[in-house]
């Protein structure tokens, strides 16, 4: 008498696993705790594989959502975020996420399915060259081409993502590789450390710089944080008192308040900051890659200053600014090995920071309605050092760079090389997934924040509490102020006053939400705000007409910077 086969499938042994199962294996050997995705067909296998495994998958509504929040995970950790999606249409919806991580330098691991390999190349249903697509904007990718290759080719592809100067890197993975059963396959190895020792010329030629200058400045960007060399250059800071200014995306390195930060430099940076670039002899550059928005006019930005430059990337040097010194490594050791032993800056120290004083931002706005540098403000100090604000793209990004207390890098999460509309609400979930006792808000503006709505719904599933700023001008603001100042005002689909109640749209998704309208209201939102429990929005309304000072016009030079008029 015959038996009905059983509906439970067997627990595959060790020696035995198909690919989609070696690859979950190796993602938990390699520590990932979670994942975000959107399954579909052709990487149908591996999530067959996640439901049984040990990493935690979170659902998205998008896969740009899924890489956006793996880069926030990223930015936090140190460690590659990874985002998973399909073949085809899945895959590239994965590109504008993958390209932010190649930007900001992010370390980031992307697994898209593919079609099966008998069918590549045939314009097989949902079959895109992924691999092709991304090549300009990944540092690493291979299409894993048999399943005993998986576990050592997924080792090394976190460790070109984090290794170095730190970006994604694509693993594509045909459905019939995840698909077959292996038997054998070799385990991955831990390869040598081949950074880099800084140059004894390079070293001696730095120190002698540093000791000459009477106006040495350290320029600190965003490589900094991800070399974790933070704890580092706030101890070469005070142990030396050499001031220091920041790129967007160094905010944090040294915290706001601290006597030797003399602001963010560039288009919208401060003026004080921008000042001490142009009045320096010696920039100590780390981390940072002279970016157009923080030089401005390159042939007149920081004329009087030699340059110190160290980067783990040696093609920055020269590439923008020509540097009397270079150092290519790990940050750590190049600055371990640098004496630094300025003579008396003590006149400098006093000019920096009365440039400092003298152009602090100031917040007695007239009239009732709410000024959001000052709300962003208050925000960021009441949520004192855990506060991570991850914004998105516009006028907004630029008053919680220049108005909100940072106590470390980590605590801004911004789109700062792409500029990606959108990557506020999924960075949000991802940073918060990474480290959950952090107070983290996302700060979008009514632009930016429909581009990427439907992660209400990641936030409900989950019940994620982030808190959301909406800052409503129902207009595409930056987009307005540009075309005020240098386009005559000719206005052009800048007009967003047909959005929709963002109130009763996070309520149909199941999130707390009110709205802002007053000053006066602005102390009871934010106590509502941190008090939540669960994930809250707070649609706050603000003047269409206000802008983003200070600002240096395209093209000009950072010393022109246009103020507000009075």
């Known amino acids: 008498m015959s038996t009905a086969p059983s509906m439970i499938a067997a627990e595959p042994t060790l020696a035995t696993r198909t690919g989609a ?54 930015r936090m950790t140190g460690r590659a975020g990874v985002c998973i999606a399909t073949s085809g249409p899945g895959a590239t919806n994965l590109i504008t996420g993958i390209a932010n991580a190649f930007m900001d330098s992010v370390p980031l691991v992307a697994i898209t399915g593919q079609v099966a390999q008998p069918l590549m190349g045939t314009d097989a249903f949902q079959e895109i060259d992924i691999f092709g697509l991304t090549l300009p904007i990944v540092k690493h ?9 998986i576990p050592a080719a997924l080792a090394e592809a976190f460790a070109i993502a984090e290794g170095g100067r730190p970006g994604p890197v694509l693993v594509d993975l045909p459905k019939d590789v995840q698909q077959a059963v292996c038997g054998q396959w070799d385990e991955p190895e831990e390869g040598d450390d081949l950074r880099p020792f ?11 710089l540093i000791a000459a200058a ?70 100590i550059v780390v981390g940072a890659r002279f970016d157009d928005r923080a030089t401005g006019h390159l042939a007149s930005f920081a004329p009087h200053a030699s340059v110190v430059h160290i980067d783990t990337d040696a ?19 190049c600055l371990r090995a640098i004496e630094f032993t300025p003579g008396d800056i003590t006149e400098w120290q006093a000019e920096t920071r009365q440039l ?49 207390r940072f106590s470390r890098p980590q605590a801004h999460l911004t789109s700062g090389g792409l500029g990606a509309m959108g990557y506020g609400l999924p960075a949000a979930i991802g940073a918060k997934i990474a480290e959950p006792d952090a107070t983290v808000v996302c700060v979008s503006g009514d632009g930016s924040f429909m581009m990427n709505v ?81 994930p809250i929005l707070a649609h706050v309304r603000i003047d269409p007409e206000e802008n983003v000072w200070p600002l240096v016009p395209p093209g000009k030079s950072n010393a022109d910077m246009m103020e507000k008029s009075t």
């Not at 975000?36 to 067959?48: K, R, S």
């Not at 706005?365 to 855990?386: H, I, M, T, W, Y």
């Not at 206005?491 to 707390?512: H, K, M, Q, R, T």
């Open 21 to 74: 199962e070696l690859l979950v294996d190796t993602l938990e050997r390699l520590g990932v705790k979670e994942v975000f995705g959107y399954p579909g067909g052709a990487i149908m296998p591996v999530y067959d594989a996640i439901a049984r495994g040990r990493v935690k998958h979170y659902l998205v509504r998008h896969e740009q959502g899924a890489a956006f929040a793996a880069d926030a995970s990223g």
């Open 214 to 283: 009477k106006k040495p400045l350290l320029y600190l960007g965003g490589g900094v944080a991800r070399a974790n060399a933070t704890d580092l250059v706030r101890e070469i800071s005070e142990r030396t008192g050499i001031p220091a200014v920041a790129t967007l995306q160094g905010l944090g390195v040294l915290p706001v308040e601290h006597p030797n930060f003399v602001g963010m430099l560039g288009m919208h940076g401060g003026r004080a900051a921008n000042m001490a670039v142009q009045e320096s002899d010696l920039l």
């Open 454 to 534: 439907q992660e209400l719904a990641t936030l409900r599933r989950y019940n994620i509490p982030v808190k959301i700023v909406l800052l409503d001008n129902s207009m595409l603001g930056l987009v307005r102020q540009w075309q005020e100042l240098f386009f005559e005002g000719n206005y052009s689909e800048v007009d967003l006053s047909d959005n929709p109640d963002f109130v009763e749209v996070a309520n149909a998704f199941g999130i707390e939400a009110f709205s802002v309208d007053l000053k006066s209201d602005v102390d009871a939102a934010i106590d509502r705000l941190l008090a939540a429990k669960g």
């Open 141 to 149: 990718s291979v299409v894993i081409r048999h399943p005993a290759d």
């Open 198 to 208: 800084p140059s004894s010329e390079s070293l001696d030629a730095a120190e002698k």
């Open 356 to 404: 400092k004083a003298e152009h602090a931002p100031r917040y007695d706005a007239p009239g009732n309605g709410v000024f959001a540098p000052e709300l962003l403000k208050k925000l960021s100090e009441r949520a004192g050092d855990g506060f991570v604000a991850a914004c998105d793209v516009g006028q907004h990004q630029m008053w919680v760079a220049q108005h909100c």
């Open 315 to 333: 093609a920055e040097f020269g590439k923008i600014r020509h540097a009397h010194s270079t150092m290519c490594g790990d940050l750590k050791r």
